[in-house]
Nanobody, 128 residues
Framework: QLQASGGGLVQAGGSLRLSCAAS????????IGWFRQAPGKEREGVSCISSSDGMTYYADSVKGRFTISSDNAKNTVYLEMNRLKLEDTAVYHCAAIPYYRLGYSVSQAAMEYAYDYWGQGTQVTVSS
């Protein structure tokens, strides 16, 4: 299972850190992706990390503002979100997929796969 947390209400330009805690399996063999969906919009793959080799991917919309990291000792992946914009408002989900299914590579294509485990969403609201 995955447990996402850390969402909230923040002013534009502010920061939030989302957490995705895994239980029942270890992250070592998985890639963790963060996805978001705003009302009336398609789901967007935001970022992805391989916990084993640290390879990361960021969507252009968040590159330079968001940082994904993995703490394998805590079996948790984090998404540090800085310089938040109104358009970052969405429900954020984390999801896990065995790394081998991605061909041991993290890229934009990794966000299109069918992930095995999904956490419940956490709402991020950015206000002006």
């Amino acid at each position: 299972q995955l447990q996402a947390s850390g969402g909230g209400l923040v002013q534009a330009g502010g920061s939030l850190r989302l957490s995705c805690a895994a239980s029942g399996f270890t992250l070592d063999d998985y890639a963790i992706g963060w996805f978001r969906q705003a009302p009336g919009k398609e789901r967007e793959g935001v970022s992805c990390i391989s916990s084993s080799d640290g390879m990361t991917y960021y969507a252009d919309s968040v590159k330079g503002r968001f940082t994904i990291s993995s703490d394998n000792a805590k079996n948790t992946v984090y998404l540090e979100m800085n310089r938040l914009k109104l358009e970052d408002t969405a429900v954020y989900h984390c999801a896990a997929i065995p790394y081998y299914r991605l061909g041991y590579s993290v890229s934009q294509a990794a966000m299109e796969y069918a992930y095995d485990y999904w956490g419940q969403g956490t709402q991020v609201t950015v206000s002006s």
